[in-house]
């Protein structure tokens, strides 16, 4: 007997993507078959955890500008940087150099210096990268105006001069903004609030008052008596990402997917890996980033037992001075934890 799949039931052909809006700066997408956690997990990874490249180090060597050091450090660290291929580049905690080195870090130069009557202003181009790198992208500036000049860094009258040296170094948005690799990403689902996630703050008319998105159009409108249905979940969920330029918008959702994946893979390796490593990786901890000192022995290093315990490797209730005393002795409340009965 010859089987007809359109006879059966529908399969599950996991999450769709319709993309309705493409352009160099930015995606709008809609993403379904998928459920609320997963879209708004996604939306979080992309805001906060995708790497880019950022400058991190400013050496400044001469600045006579009316801006003071750390101000123009700052614009400098905002100015976007190509990060295509960055997962070429290590990051500064996983690199075996002191400071910083090819491997983990780009390194620009810039130098201007006012010699005429007229304002000087100094842009985003006239940064100039250095070799060698970890690939011909990563570091060079992302400049995208019709005249090639870029972000404007600052301006000098004449004989003001700036000379710095600037590293550039990999990073995530939830460690500094400046690696953010988008400047927003708009999130809906249920246009038509038929879940009533929503409570609408209104005068006479919430339908007046609260216009429809133009994501309205995707959904079909409550009917006029239908009754609520309190387990009903999201049909869809609508992304508006616009790129800050450092990466591709459909470079940025990649690598979104990218991140949640590793994230649930360390999940999935602490709750089945090897017990008598205590799921660890090869990097000692089950995240593969910055930890704090493995416990010893005594000593004066933090202690990895209870996760409360203090640099004196006691136990959590005790302090530096023994189990219920301060350093002039025995507290006035005796000896119940500090505590009178």
């Not at 529908?10 to 993507?17: F, H, L, Y």
């Not at 003001?160 to 500094?176: F, N, P, T």
């Not at 918008?249 to 490593?277: F, H, N, S, W, Y």
Request: proline share 5%; aromatic share 8%.
């Amino acid at each position: 007997m010859e089987y007809d799949p359109m006879d059966g039931p529908e399969e599950d052909v996991g999450p769709q993507v319709t993309v309705r809006e493409a352009a160099t700066d930015h995606v709008d997408f809609a993403l379904s078959n998928v459920d609320l956690a997963f879209a708004n997990s996604l939306r979080r990874v992309i805001l906060a955890e995708v790497p880019t490249m950022a400058i991190d180090l400013v050496e400044v060597e001469a600045n006579t500008s009316v801006l003071a050091d750390e101000f123009i450090a700052h614009r400098l660290g905002l100015v976007p940087l190509n990060s295509k291929q960055v997962d070429d580049v290590l990051y500064t905690r996983d690199c075996d150099c002191e400071k910083y080195c090819e491997n983990c870090s780009v390194t620009l130069t810039l130098h201007a210096r006012c010699t005429g009557n007229e304002i000087m202003r100094v842009y985003a181009r006239d940064l100039v990268v250095g070799e060698p790198r970890a690939n011909e992208w990563v570091g060079n500036p992302v400049i995208t105006d019709a005249e090639g000049l870029g972000s404007v860094i600052c301006k000098l009258r004449q004989g003001q001069e700036l000379r710095m040296k600037c590293i550039a170094k990999k990073g995530i948005a939830k460690e500094h903004a400046k690696w953010a690799p988008t400047s927003a990403v708009g999130f809906e689902y249920d246009p038509h609030n038929k879940l009533r996630h929503l409570d609408y703050w209104y005068e006479e008319d919430p339908v007046l008052e609260w216009p429809k998105s133009k994501n309205a159009i995707w959904e079909e409108p409550a009917q006029e008596g239908e009754a609520f249905k309190h387990d009903a979940t999201p049909a869809g969920f609508y992304f508006d990402i616009e790129s800050v330029g450092s990466l591709e918008p459909d470079a940025v959702v990649q690598q979104g997917i990218k991140v949640m994946q590793q994230k649930l893979a360390k999940v999935i390796q602490e709750l089945t890996g090897d017990e008598g490593r205590n799921g660890m990786n090869e990097d000692g901890d089950g995240f593969g980033g910055a930890r704090s000192p493995d416990a010893m022995n005594g000593g004066g290093d933090y202690g990895m037992d209870q996760g409360y315990t203090t640099p004196f490797v006691n136990t959590g209730s005790a302090s530096a001075w023994g189990g219920n005393a301060t350093p002039y002795g025995a507290t006035p409340y005796g000896q119940n934890n500090g505590w009178a009965a």
